[in-house]
C-alpha cells in the first residue's frame, strides 16, 4: 500500500514558467512533509519543508503548499530554470515513538525543464 | 560543516557473499537512517539508528542489519546476496525530527 504517491511520473516544463508538483498521502498520521530534488547517481539533496500546522511555506523560488483536509501536497518553482531539471520526491514523516521519524517516499516526478 | 559521507561510492559482488557499507554522518547528527533506492520501488527505509540504538527498523529480511558507533558514524551489513540486492543504498542524518540530510550513496551491484 503506496502511502505518499506522486501520480505524474514526468512533467515538461518551458524555462521561466511555473512548475507544479503534487503529491498525495493516505497516513492522517502525517505530520510533516518534505521535498528532495535528486540528480543521477547522487543523493536526494533536501529543498524545502512544511509541518501540517502550516498550509504554507515559501523559500526563494520553492514554495510548499499542504492541503491537509485533502490529504495533498504541492511544489511551485517560479520561475523555473534548466538546472532545475532533476527527480523530485515528495517524503513524510510521522513520529513512530521514541522520537524515530521514518521518511516514506513517494516514487518521484522527473521534471524536465526546456531552455 | 561537511556533508554525510559514505564508503565506498561503488561495490560489485557475487550471490551469497555479504557486504558492508558505511556511512559518516554530518557532525553533531545522531539520528542516521539507511534507505534502499530501486527503479521499481523508489527510496524504501531500512532502519534508523539514534545513540546506538536501532530506533525503527522497515520491511526487509533479516540478512539487512546495521549499527551505528559512539561517534554517530554507521554501518550496513547485508550477508547472503541476491541478485534483487541490486540497488543504491543511501544513508542520511539528522539533528532531530524531520529533516534527513542525504550522502551519495552506494551503488552495489550483485552478479
Known amino acids: 500500500d503506496q502511502q505518499v504517491k506522486q501520480n505524474s511520473p514526468s512533467l515538461s516544463v518551458q524555462e521561466g514558467r511555473i512548475s507544479i508538483l503534487n503529491c498525495d498521502y493516505t497516513n492522517s498520521m502525517f505530520d510533516y512533509f518534505l521535498w528532495y530534488k535528486k540528480y543521477p547517481a547522487e543523493g536526494p539533496t533536501f529543498l524545502i519543508s512544511i509541518s501540517s500546522i502550516k498550509d504554507k511555506n515559501e523559500d526563494g523560488r520553492f514554495t510548499v503548499f499542504l492541503n491537509k483536509s485533502a490529504k495533498h501536497l504541492s511544489l511551485h518553482i517560479v520561475p523555473s530554470q534548466p538546472g532545475d531539471s532533476a527527480v523530485y520526491f515528495c517524503?513524510?514523516?510521522?513520529?513512530?515513538?521514541?522520537?524515530?521519524?521514518?521518511?516514506?517516499f513517494g516514487k518521484g516526478t522527473k521534471l524536465s525543464v526546456i531552455p | 560543516k561537511a556533508g554525510v559521507t559514505q564508503t565506498p561510492r561503488y561495490l560489485i559482488k557475487t550471490r551469497g557473499q555479504q557486504v558492508t557499507l558505511s556511512c559518516s554522518p554530518i557532525s553533531g547528527h545522531r539520528s542516521v537512517s539507511w534507505y534502499q533506492q530501486t527503479p521499481g520501488q523508489g527510496l524504501q527505509f531500512l532502519f534508523e539508528?539514534?545513540?546506538?540504538?536501532?530506533?525503527n527498523k522497515g520491511n526487509f529480511p533479516g540478512r539487512f542489519s546495521g549499527r551505528q558507533f559512539s561517534n554517530s558514524r554507521s554501518e550496513m551489513n547485508v550477508s547472503t546476496l541476491e541478485l534483487g540486492d541490486s540497488a543504491l543504498y543511501l544513508c542520511a542524518s539528522s539533528p532531530g525530527r524531520g529533516t534527513q540530510y542525504f550522502g551519495p550513496g552506494t551503488r552495489l551491484l550483485v552478479l
Open positions: 517524503a513524510a514523516s510521522a513520529s513512530t515513538g521514541a522520537g524515530s521519524y521514518q521518511l516514506t
Open positions: 539508528y539514534f545513540s546506538e540504538t536501532q530506533r
